[in-house]
């Protein structure tokens, strides 16, 4: 009797304190595991593999860390392509004025702007880059209209132009109409020489925006037709579908004979 019950309490013992020792291990490994650094060296292979993981995880994603910014900013920035987008306008204020002369002999006429704002035009840049180091800073325009150039200049500056009120107090609305609707037309056709699409949508509009009389509209539509490539159907085709339903004027005037 006496030899069965010694093993009883005996393994009863220290089978209570293993799961004892289990769970307070346990539980103290999952409320330390912020603060123990010092627990991988004594811990057991599966608790060392999995901080030495964390080690070298840190350590191999250091390594795709600054290769992966590397690649990446070698794509976003895209140098060629901010040089050739237009020069900002104030660093073009301290690029040198260079002297337009407009016209030709007696008619000349010297006009100024900075070399920054003139070069946003393909065929004056092509002037500009033609001058030798020596030569004045001076491009001529002998076959253009001054006040279409001095405009052209304005837009430059302002991204926008106006034509003033005529000096001449004597001009009827007829004659101002028409005065105004081609000094725009004169301003769309340097903008096509010049090659600035921006300054000929510009100009178009404000085209439209003018009630003209039907000599004013005449006068336009001869310019236009005499003035523009045959292809250029943007400012064409408005004018040929206005005359086409304003024939009846032109009958009445006898003017069928110069219609476009």
């Known amino acids: 009797m006496d030899t069965p019950q010694p093993p009883q309490v005996r393994v009863d013992e220290p089978v209570q304190s293993t799961p004892v020792q289990s ?60 040089k050739s987008s237009p ?6 204020l301290t690029t040198p004025f260079i002297e337009i002369i407009v016209g030709q002999g007696n008619n000349d006429n010297p006009l100024k702007a900075h070399q920054g704002l003139l070069v946003q035009s393909p065929k004056l840049a092509e002037l500009i880059d033609g ?9 001529h325009l002998p076959d253009e209209d001054v006040d279409a150039v001095g405009h052209f200049v304005q837009f430059l500056y302002r991204g926008d132009y106006a034509i003033p009120e005529s000096h001449t107090p004597d001009l009827s609305d007829a004659d101002k109409s028409e005065e ?7 301003i769309y056709t340097l903008a096509e020489k010049l090659g600035l699409p ?20 005449l006068a336009y539509a001869r310019y236009v037709y005499t ?26 005037e006898g003017k069928c004979s110069q219609a476009p």
């Open 23 to 82: 769970t307070d291990a346990t539980s103290s490994t999952q409320t330390a595991q912020p603060a123990q650094p010092a627990q991988p060296a004594p811990t057991d292979g599966s608790v060392s593999v999995a901080t030495n993981d964390v080690e070298m995880g840190g350590t191999l994603n250091a390594t795709p860390q600054p290769d992966a910014p590397t690649s990446d900013v070698q794509e976003i920035a895209p140098v060629p392509a901010k």
């Open 87 to 92: 020069i900002n306008f104030i660093d073009a």
């Open 131 to 139: 001058l030798a180091a020596s030569d004045p800073r001076r491009i």
């Open 180 to 186: 105004n609707m081609l000094r725009h037309a004169r």
């Open 198 to 217: 921006e300054l000929k949508n510009l100009a178009h509009g404000k085209i439209h925006k003018i009630k003209g009389t039907p000599g004013a509209e």
């Open 227 to 252: 003035h523009t490539k045959d292809d250029d159907n943007a400012i064409r085709r408005p004018v040929a579908s206005h005359w086409a339903n304003q024939s009846h004027i032109l009958r009445h």
